[in-house]
């Protein structure tokens, strides 16, 4: 499991981890599920496009992720939001298919691209795997403020002069890249467990933001890290192992979450209402 094939492995997936759990708080956060849902499988278009070329498959990954992201966040702004998405979509799906009746692709690769492997991902791919998730990161460092006004009180951001349409656009981007970094691991199809499952349980866990993004961080690293090792024992593929362990991080967090709740409000004083008690039971449903 520690041999020196498997040091790419180790590495990849950190990065990856870490990526999608930053990346995935603000998709729950923002209630943005469903285009970190799509972007994916667009970019699973693009690696079948570039396999068809004969070009890098990271290259392809990124080049649809970004149209994607673009697409969505264009339209969205000028019809409804979920439409566009869905649309984007099955045009993105139909592209996958057409690529994939051309190419002369092995079964092990395209199956790689859709359930993930980590053995896969070579080492002149590290570099540019690595550059992308800083990248990401940074971006997340740069718009983090008005990134999280948005997310959370969207109607005080714009009082403020945050433009909502552009902090969309750059965060839709953002999820591109981390898309790109995270599909030739995690594989198109189950990234979506990786960045919803820790980011959900972390948010169940505290409210406090930067602490929920270190956490998010952590419970994803821990899924990874687990998913090979029980890839590396039974030879099932790691993205299985990704999506049973991300959702038990979710139950536990969840599970944790109602007995947090069950043990303060038997803590509280019986006569306690009114505003107190309005109090408590917002920032109950805050941390729910």
Known sequence: MFASFMTNAWISATIVAIVAGVVGYFVVLRGSAFP??????????????AALLGVSTLLGLAVFSVLGALGIGYLGRRGRHDVVTALALVLMLALGAAFLSRTVEYEAAIFSLLFGEVLGVSTNELLPV?????????????????????????????????RAYWIEICFLLVVAFATAVTVPVVGALLIFSLMMGPPAAARSV?????????????????????????SYQTNWPIGFFVGVFGAAAYGLGRGYS???????????????????????????????
């Open 206 to 230: 505290t409210s406090r933001p930067l602490l929920a993004m270190v956490l998010s961080a952590a419970i994803a690293l821990l899924t990874v890290w687990l998913a090979i090792a029980a």
């Open 36 to 49: 970190a849902h799509a972007i994916p499988k667009g970019a699973f278009a693009g690696a079948a496009g």
């Open 258 to 288: 109602a007995w947090r709740r069950g043990r303060s409000a038997a803590a509280r004083p019986g006569q306690l209402t009114g505003a107190s008690g309005d109090y408590h039971d917002r920032r109950e449903q805050v941390l729910d």
């Open 130 to 162: 690595a550059l992308m998730a800083v990248g990401c990161l940074a971006v997340v460092g740069i718009i983090f403020r008005p990134l999280m006004l948005s997310s959370i009180v969207p109607e005080i951001a714009e009082a403020r002069g945050v």
